[in-house]
């Protein structure tokens, strides 16, 4: 272990007395405290607008005369004062949670892993779910106090932003990051050095620089290989998420894994569980066998040992969508690393084979379900799908008993209740209601809340969201020589009053987001009756390799800017945390067609009916089990077809069909007061139902009790 410190790029000069909200922006609790972000709103909200919500950059450019001015302002300095120690008895907190379920051990930490984190949309070091979950565990783990640290990559060009062409083509933008406006901390050594670890390349030695982010309680450690001493093509491996250059992701997952567990020594850790979220951090466990090897400990003996400290949780439904390697490149970049472990060639190959029709590759998620004693899904019918896929890997026993469980995931309620929402339900469910978040019981009080409340409510969010459009749409125009129909397609003509449905994922063929518009002719004349108006937005982004994902963006584009559709139709580019968090908080309803089984879990939809909005889904992942015929409706039945264009068929069918019957007449019954009675019923009964099972809370529980402290009382 090496001595360090961090160091904040940046000493803001503020005035005394509210001189902490210099420490507030380097701590991203402030992400899922409203409080906080009003005390940066409320000195110059323009700008706050204009930095993307992001207190560092805020606090660099702020006028002087505009902090001066709150200081002379007690209502301003009341909630400051409130605002900051809620923070203190936060970050301080003894009864925790954790403490109170298992009691702390002096240095027990859990180690997670994942390749992405989706903390907020100013901080774009995620591509998707996978890293809204990562992020969101992180922030729960807080919450609750677990011993949790954890390892990802600081990518210096982020994920790309996208921008469609009047055609309809998806262009992916990167641009540089600035550490210095984000809340990213820098480690250095005694000497004032960044503190850096080596990773061997194929014969390169690789420097790698820890950085360092504070989510919460929880330290997030975060890997970067632009250092000076590297090559100038080195110093671009950690530049970008999920490259298809197979030499650039074995070379990234080298990093993540070997360089993150020499990180973590580094930085004085011995984590006593080691969490695998998804394959690509695999390599971690060749690096705890190598030293324990050194050690003079037997390889059986090690694979033991570490085996007995790992967790893995796998989030693929699909063999194609494994993250694997061929031998050569095995051989390029692992042939000292075999020697060390005191293996040859077959046997080091022999960890994580996996075979496929050419022949046989290195499987990450192979070698982390052989590296694990724990495993599991995140949904119950992934959990049954893991089985039957990895039933190989345990040729003697039977499919139902294949150690992989499942934990169905869930969403961090904080970062995404809509803010009027939050102090709804706290006069109706109780001041001390997300201490509860999790408990069924307090959720039975939603039906205390007056129906026209809720309402105005949900109203006000739609306002939001389409002002947000329309602003969005204005400023393309203005800035960019954009076509009208462009505007147009942007949702500049979206309507307030009429349903809303939102359909948002990453594009990739199976989430088929063109199911809806598979009988084109129905679908107009379904959304263009006069009194009955219903509007469709569509976000996401495909994977910049992804030509059918692009393709697919295309076909949904081309139908968006028809006359026919009459600006009902809407396409809104660059879907991220933020856009996210307007449409899963604004819409009246939100889609998901995904085709079974490849949605593991999907999260946005429990996101959607935390905020009172109806879920209209395939029963795939989560939903199968949210639904309970009450709280939403389901596209299809739960039996599979075989037949993909007879399933897409059916499905769209069922679609139309549900919303012709059901949804569209049920939003615009309205009693005598022009209150949809029926519908905000349905709203209670999926907020009642879906918030407390589909809450972060639930889930870090399940991860704790059946996994982290398993582990950690066999390893005491
Ligand atoms: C929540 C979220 C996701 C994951 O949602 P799915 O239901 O898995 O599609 C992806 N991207 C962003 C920006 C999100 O906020």
């Keep these: 272990m090496s001595k360090h410190h961090e160091i904040k790029p940046n000493h803001f000069s503020l005035p005394r007395r509210i001189e902490r909200l210099g420490e507030l922006a380097y701590n991203l609790w402030w992400t899922w405290n409203p409080d906080v972000q009003r005390l940066y709103k409320r000195i110059n909200s323009d700008l706050w607008e204009k930095t993307a919500h992001n207190p560092v950059q805020f606090l660099r450019n702020v006028e002087r005369a505009k902090l001066n001015a709150v200081t002379h302002d007690s209502y301003y300095l009341d909630f400051y004062d409130r605002a900051l120690l809620e923070y203190d008895q936060y970050m301080e907190r003894e009864d925790t949670w954790y403490q109170e379920n298992h009691g702390h051990v002096q240095g027990e930490l859990i180690a997670y892993f994942s390749s992405e984190f989706g903390l907020h949309e ?67 050594d005694d000497d004032e050095k960044p503190l850096i670890v080596a990773v061997d390349l194929a014969g390169r030695e690789i420097l790698v620089r820890i950085w360092k982010i504070q989510v919460g309680r929880v330290p997030l450690y975060l890997l970067d290989s632009n250092v000076e001493e590297n090559s100038a093509q080195d110093k671009e491996l950690t530049s970008r998420l999920y490259s298809s250059d197979l030499d650039l992701r074995i070379s990234q997952e ?100 996996h075979k496929v029709s050419w022949g046989e590759t290195f499987s990450m998620p192979v070698l982390a379900m ?31 008993e294949v150690p992989i469980s499942h934990i169905t995931n869930g969403i961090h309620t904080g970062t995404w209740l809509a803010g009027r929402l939050r102090l709804l339900y706290g006069i109706y469910l109780g001041s001390d209601w997300m201490e509860r978040i999790d408990d069924p019981e307090i959720w ?53 009053y ?81 856009l996210a968090r307007y449409l899963i908080q604004g819409v009246d309803v939100w889609m998901n067609t995904p085709r079974r089984p490849n949605e593991a879990s999907g999260t946005s939809g429990q996101k959607a009916a935390l905020n009172g909005v109806l879920n209209f889904s395939i029963l795939d992942g989560w939903w199968r089990e949210g639904y309970n015929g009450k709280n939403g409706w389901v596209i299809g ?45 349905r709203m209670k009964e999926s907020i009642r139902t879906l918030a407390p099972e589909f809450s972060m809370r639930r889930m870090v529980k399940s991860y704790a009790k059946d996994m982290y402290f398993q582990l950690m009382d066999n390893n005491q």
């Design 444 to 496: 039975e009080t939603v039906s205390n809340i007056p129906d026209e409340e809720l309402w105005a409510v949900r109203r006000h969010l739609k306002r939001k969201l389409v002002f947000y459009m329309r602003e969005r749409a204005r400023n393309q125009w203005v800035e960019d020589e954009i076509h009208p129909v462009q505007v147009i397609a942007s949702g500049a003509l979206l309507n307030p």
């Design 498 to 578: 009429a349903l809303t449905i939102g359909f948002a994922r990453r594009f990739a063929t199976y989430k088929r987001a063109d199911l809806i518009l598979k009988d084109f002719e129905r679908l107009l004349s379904i959304i263009n009756q006069s009194n009955y108006p219903v509007q469709i937005i569509f976000a996401g982004k495909a994977h910049p390799a992804d030509k059918p994902g692009k393709l697919l963006i295309q076909n949904v584009y081309r139908k968006v800017k028809l006359a026919e559709s009459g600006g009902r139709l809407v396409f809104l580019e660059d879907y991220d945390m933020n």
């Design 254 to 353: 080298i990093i993540l894994g070997i360089g993150g567990v020499r990180a973590f020594r580094k930085l004085g850790h011995d984590p006593v569980v080691w969490h695998m979220n998804e394959g690509h951090s695999a390599f971690l466990a060749l690096e705890r066998l190598r030293e324990l090897v050194e050690q003079e400990i037997s390889f059986d003996e090690a694979v033991e040992i570490v085996k007995s400290k790992t967790i893995f949780t796998t989030h693929t439904p699909v063999p194609a969508g494994s993250d694997e390697f061929p031998d050569w490149l095995i051989d390029k970049y692992f042939y000292t690393f075999q020697q060390q472990l005191g293996l040859d060639r077959e046997q080091f190959c022999d960890l994580a084979r």
């Design 637 to 681: 039945s739960d039996e599979d077809l075989g037949d993909p264009n007879l399933q897409d068929e059916m499905d769209s069918e069922s679609l139309y069909d549900a919303l012709e019957n059901e949804i569209i007449p049920l939003y615009y019954n309205r009693s005598s007061d022009n209150l949809p009675v029926e519908w905000i019923a």
């Design 122 to 188: 100013t901080l774009p070091i995620y591509a998707g779910g996978l890293g809204v979950l990562s992020g969101d565990h992180l922030k729960e783990a807080s919450d609750l106090g677990l011993p949790l640290v954890a390892m990802g990559f600081l990518y210096t060009k982020g994920y790309f932003t996208q921008l469609i062409t009047e055609d309809g083509w998806q262009e992916a933008q990167y641009v540089k990051l600035r550490f210095d406006e984000l809340p990213v901390l820098s480690l250095v």
């Design 370 to 400: 052989r590296m694990s004693s724990l495993r599991n899904g995140v949904s119950q019918l992934h959990g049954e799908v893991a089985r039957e896929m990895w039933n190989y890997l345990w040729p003697d026993t039977r499919v139902d």
